[in-house]
């Protein structure tokens, strides 16, 4: 689905403040052993002096993660669009920048991503001949 940073930065100040929120996604990617890979923000957007970095073999980490311990998300991540409801009632429709999605009917789920300093991402879930297999681009 498309991302909202500003969504991000919100839900972080609902979970004790941007600090505490950084800290504990530093903990999640250790707790995973994600060793190449630090949060300075909670949105994910280049920031200067630091911005958060990963590894693609940190990323296949945490996608397995979210592959075994949150399938829900992987059920959003492979609708083309979806309508969200807001606190005040309102219907939001948002979709999906995969542009896989519905040309490889093996995709289970992916999330794409682009900043100035990573350029164009895509975290994928796939299933070939029977096999699970997790792509990072």
Do not use: C, W
Request: proline content about 2%.
């Amino acid at each position: 689905m498309m991302s909202s940073n500003d969504a991000a930065q919100l839900l972080a100040e609902q979970f004790g403040g941007a600090d505490t929120f950084i800290k504990k996604m530093n903990q999640k990617a250790t707790d995973l052993n994600m060793e190449g890979s630090e949060f300075f923000n909670s949105h994910g957007l280049d920031q200067q002096p630091q911005s958060n970095y990963s590894t693609a073999a940190d990323i296949i980490k945490l996608t397995q993660y979210i592959y075994d311990k949150h399938p829900e998300l992987m059920e959003v991540l492979r609708q083309k669009e979806t309508t969200i409801i807001s606190q005040s009632g309102q219907a939001i429709r948002i979709g999906n920048t995969n542009e896989l999605l519905g040309i490889a009917p093996q995709m289970i789920g992916a999330k794409t991503g682009l900043t100035n300093e990573a350029g164009e991402t895509l975290s994928s879930v796939v299933s070939i001949k029977d096999r699970i297999v997790g792509i990072v681009v």
